[in-house]
């Protein structure tokens, strides 16, 4: 099954329809940058937030959001899976837990998409019930899905439609990830023979 995927990787985005173009996205960067520097670089602001990126879709997203944020923060990472059935929620596992200390902190979790939004849920809470005073979604694509989902986020860099997306840390198979833009992969190209 792998050398199938290796070898129509190429295949898969030969058909597909672009999205958002790079200058597109890294404006939606920029502009999700800006809302963050104003908050925290406030003239009374004394909040050095503790920033986590989920691996490993959102490596490029935070990898081209922090560079652009101006204010002293701290880093650190987490890594959750979900096993088990996708349409019920499956269990959420935590493989990498924040080193960090949340308690009394912000917590801005960078994501590269937002889907069905159960898992970003449960890590929003599991912040929460870790102490953190203030947990803060930061979501590079949020996917419109047509009904309502269990966590919003709080800042959107781009709405995209309910479809396959690769491109900018979203994957097929484990390809396309570093795509600097965004595109579909249409249903039939995903099918497998």
């Known amino acids: 099954m792998q050398e199938f995927h290796h070898n129509r990787a190429r295949d898969l985005i030969k058909n597909a329809e672009l999205l958002f173009d790079q200058d597109t996205v890294q404006s939606s960067i920029t502009r999700m940058a800006d809302v963050l520097n104003t908050r925290f670089n406030a003239e009374d602001s004394k909040e050095f937030p503790l920033v986590l990126g989920v691996m490993g879709g959102a490596v490029v997203f935070?990898?081209?959001?922090?560079?652009?944020?101006?204010?002293?923060?701290?880093?650190?990472?987490?890594?959750?899976?979900?096993?088990?059935?996708?349409?019920?929620?499956?269990?959420?596992?935590?493989?990498v837990i924040p080193r960090s200390n949340v308690a009394g902190r912000t917590v801005i979790v960078l994501d590269d998409i937002l889907d069905e939004g159960?898992?970003?849920?449960?890590?929003?809470?599991?912040?929460?019930?870790?102490?953190?005073?203030?947990?803060?979604?930061?979501?590079?694509?949020?996917?419109?899905?047509?009904?309502?989902?269990?966590?919003?986020?709080d800042i959107v860099?781009?709405?995209?439609?309910?479809?396959?997306?690769?491109g900018f840390g979203m994957d097929a198979y484990g390809y396309w990830r570093n795509l600097p833009g965004l595109w579909a992969i249409k249903p039939e190209d995903l099918k497998q023979e």
């Not at 899976?81 to 269990?91: I, L, P």
């Not at 970003?120 to 949020?142: N, W, Y």
């Not at 860099?157 to 690769?166: D, H, Y």
Request: zero cysteines.
């Open 157 to 166: 860099g781009l709405v995209i439609p309910n479809r396959f997306v690769v």
């Open 62 to 95: 935070t990898g081209n959001l922090l560079p652009q944020l101006s204010f002293p923060l701290e880093f650190d990472y987490i890594h959750v899976s979900r096993y088990g059935d996708d349409d019920k929620g499956g269990e959420v596992v935590w493989k």
């Open 118 to 153: 159960e898992t970003l849920a449960h890590v929003k809470q599991r912040l929460l019930d870790m102490g953190a005073s203030e947990v803060i979604l930061a979501v590079f694509a949020d996917k419109a899905i047509g009904k309502k989902k269990p966590v919003q986020a």
